[in-house]
């Protein structure tokens, strides 16, 4: 029986496939301020910015290639259950080949329609742009992205499955962006929690702290696995 390695990541773990972090820009989104791009109020106010500015996203994402770190954590499945929490919008996990991803802020790569939250489209690389006039199966639709003063549909069941860690990793993430990092305190006790971050911020005692980057970190992370083993 394989434990079960569940792992967190942040934008730190796209940073080596060439996307930017969130607050390493100055709190800026690609020179936009997040509030205009990512929050409920900002979307009402002007669809047409939001959706230029993930068209801009989608366009960077399928220009970029998984990295290192990302498949590490695919080699990882060969000796654990391996599951992904991401807080990333990106789909370089399941570019990797990762199996078990679970996305709480949303996917780049999919709209869903205005009026039913339940009809959820994948956009294909050659219709990457949307715009508020854009209809598909006769419903307007919007980014597939939980925006800042919305609800986190899949926090509840990210929940479950770090209560269920043997192991848990947090990779690349500030941690200051709610529920997101309170997953943490959904770990049963006793459970090893590694925290993989150049610049970490504060953690509880007891968590093993990796001060690299995404790949250097996770190679760091193999072996101290291995030597518990
Ligand atoms: N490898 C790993 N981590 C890195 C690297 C790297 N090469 N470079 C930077 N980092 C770390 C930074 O030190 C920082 O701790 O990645 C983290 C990025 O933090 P944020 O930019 O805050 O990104 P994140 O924590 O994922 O943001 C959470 O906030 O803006 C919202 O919805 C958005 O999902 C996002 C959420």
């Not at 080699?75 to 996990?93: A, M, P």
């Not at 570019?95 to 790569?109: F, I, P, Q, T, Y």
């Not at 199966?137 to 980014?143: K, L």
């Not at 192991?167 to 090893?192: E, W």
Request: with cysteine; charged share 25%; hydrophobic share 40%.
């Amino acid at each position: 029986m394989k434990k079960k390695l569940v792992i967190s990541t942040g934008a730190g773990m796209s940073v080596e496939s060439g996307i930017s972090t969130f607050r390493d820009a100055g709190g800026l989104w690609e020179n936009y301020p997040v509030m205009d791009v990512c929050s409920a109020d900002g979307f009402a106010r002007n669809p047409s910015l939001v959706h230029k500015f993930y068209n801009e996203r989608r366009h960077q994402l399928v220009s970029v290639e998984p990295n290192a770190g990302h498949r590490a954590l695919v080699d990882l499945e060969k000796d654990y259950d391996v599951y992904v929490i991401t807080q990333n919008v990106d789909d370089l996990h399941e570019r990797a080949g990762s199996k078990n991803v679970l996305h709480l802020h949303g996917e780049l790569m999919k709209v869903r329609a205005i009026d039913d939250d339940s009809k959820v489209y994948q956009l294909e690389p050659g219709e990457l742009d949307t715009t508020p006039d854009t209809v598909i199966d006769g419903h307007h639709v919007r980014p597939h992205i939980v925006f800042f003063q919305e609800a986190v549909p899949n926090f509840e069941p990210a929940t479950q499955i770090a209560h269920e860690a043997d192991i848990f990793v947090i990779i690349g993430t500030s941690l200051v962006v709610y529920p997101a990092a309170a997953l943490l305190q959904y770990v049963k006790p006793g459970t090893p929690i590694y925290y993989i971050d150049p610049k970490p911020a504060a953690v509880p005692p007891g968590v093993t702290v990796i001060p690299l980057g995404a790949s250097a970190g996770i190679e760091r992370l193999k072996e101290l696995l291995k030597a518990q083993d």
